[in-house]
């Protein structure tokens, strides 16, 4: 959906929106967006939440989960084209925070991916108490313990567990 700078009436303007969001490869459940949007000459405000899922890989034993997310944000758009004109000029870090729009137009789509993007987390987790994946033979730990360690091992030893594993194997 794209908003005309220019046709935003001087009252602003309210959305309810129902999107789906694709993320890379991660789909997104619909996304229920609800924005406010204000503008003051050429400067635009966007007051918004966010509702959805994500399917995230957790990190630590690679099962897919659904991550719901229910985020408000603020962004100040201004347009592109007056701060390019100034070209001599450095950009100020509070400029470079600030978003920017070109030919009058703002996509909206554009903003909400951003937005769950930004909130998406780095190491995504299934839980806090994740037991992951052993580093020996792979066996999913919150299934329960593996046959390679019976007590609970440093993850730095994996290689010589799996090099004993080998030698045992050897004899046998
Ligand atoms: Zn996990
Ligand atoms: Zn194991």
Redesign the pocket.
């Known amino acids: 959906m794209r908003l005309i700078v220019s046709e935003i009436p001087d009252e602003g303007l309210h959305q309810e929106l129902e999107r789906t969001i694709t993320l890379n490869d991660e789909n997104v459940d619909d996304a229920l967006v609800s924005l406010d949007i204000l503008r003051f000459k050429k400067k635009v405000l966007i007051e918004g939440s966010i509702k959805t899922s994500i399917n995230l890989k957790c990190s630590r034993c690679l099962k897919e989960y659904g991550f719901p997310l229910n985020l408000n944000f603020r962004e100040e758009y201004n347009p592109a084209e007056e701060i390019s004109n100034d070209k001599d000029r450095e950009l100020t870090k509070k400029e470079m925070d600030l978003g920017f729009y070109i030919n009058d137009e703002i996509d909206i789509n554009e903003i909400v991916t951003e937005q769950v993007l930004l909130s998406v987390p780095m190491n995504p987790l299934c839980g806090p108490e994740c037991k992951g994946l052993?580093p020996?033979?792979g066996?999913d730990l919150n299934e329960g313990p593996?046959?390679?360690?019976k007590e609970e091992t440093d993850p730095r030893l994996a290689p010589l567990n799996k090099l004993r594993e080998a030698m045992k194997n050897r004899k046998e």
């Open positions: 052993c020996g033979c066996k593996c046959k390679c360690r």
